[in-house]
């Protein structure tokens, strides 16, 4: 057997294993497009900064916090996935601000909305049609809705986008409490109490992931 035709007998005898790991290749390329193309979003993780002065605190989502920030104005920062499908409209947080801590521990993963004083249908609080909240509204019965539309609605505000992804903000830099506004520099309160949800799969429960508990220590 010459030269070439050994090749040949090599290419024959590699051809199924080079197959089939062409096919793992591209299922494993196919798998990943379509997770992050708009197959698996109840996986969907976004991210949420904490905003002070130009520095920068990532929150860890899902969890309960504790965080230390001086009585001046600041803001949120919510980044989402953005798949094939989806609308900066589509990226929605709802976030309450509550009196005392006791009320913050009533809500929980696994509840339905349906049991949460501020969470349950219909306690999202109005807000001007073409602006946003002017106030962060210390409440135990309603909650923040904060979408943007680009049109009518605009309770957050859009800081970029890309193809993967759509980042906004919510800025604080006054108090409603006891039904008198504030600015943040001038309250007496010392603590903010704060739940914040972001429903990635649009259904009537809080599920694993989806509610941030924030204890904010104004100093």
């Known amino acids: 057997m010459n030269f070439i035709n050994k090749l040949k007998s090599i290419e024959k005898a590699l051809l199924p294993f080079c197959s089939f790991i062409s096919f793992f290749v591209l299922l494993s390329l196919g798998a990943a497009s379509c997770a992050f193309w708009g197959l698996h979003k109840t996986d969907a993780v976004s991210n949420i900064l904490f905003v002070q002065d130009g520095h920068e605190y990532k929150v860890k989502e899902g969890g309960y916090e504790v965080i230390e920030v001086k009585k001046a104005p600041f803001s949120f920062y919510f980044t989402f996935p953005r798949f094939e499908d989806t609308q900066i409209s589509d990226c929605v947080v709802q976030l309450a601000a509550v009196t005392k801590p006791e009320i913050l521990e009533q809500v929980a993963v696994n509840m339905p909305l349906s049991q949460v004083e501020f969470f349950s249908p219909a306690t999202g609080m109005a807000a001007p049609r073409y602006g946003g909240y002017e106030y962060l509204y210390i409440v135990n019965d309603a909650h923040h809705f904060l979408v943007y539309d680009g ?38 309160l010392d603590t903010l109490y704060l739940a914040i949800l972001i429903n990635h799969n649009n259904d009537d429960f809080i599920d694993e992931g989806e509610l941030t508990k924030l204890n904010i220590q104004l100093k």
């Open 151 to 188: 049109v009518d609605t605009k309770r957050l505000t859009p800081i970029s986008q890309s193809e993967r992804q759509f980042k906004l903000a919510f800025d604080v830099n006054k108090l409603f409490v006891n039904g008198a506004e504030i600015p943040i520099e001038d309250s007496s």
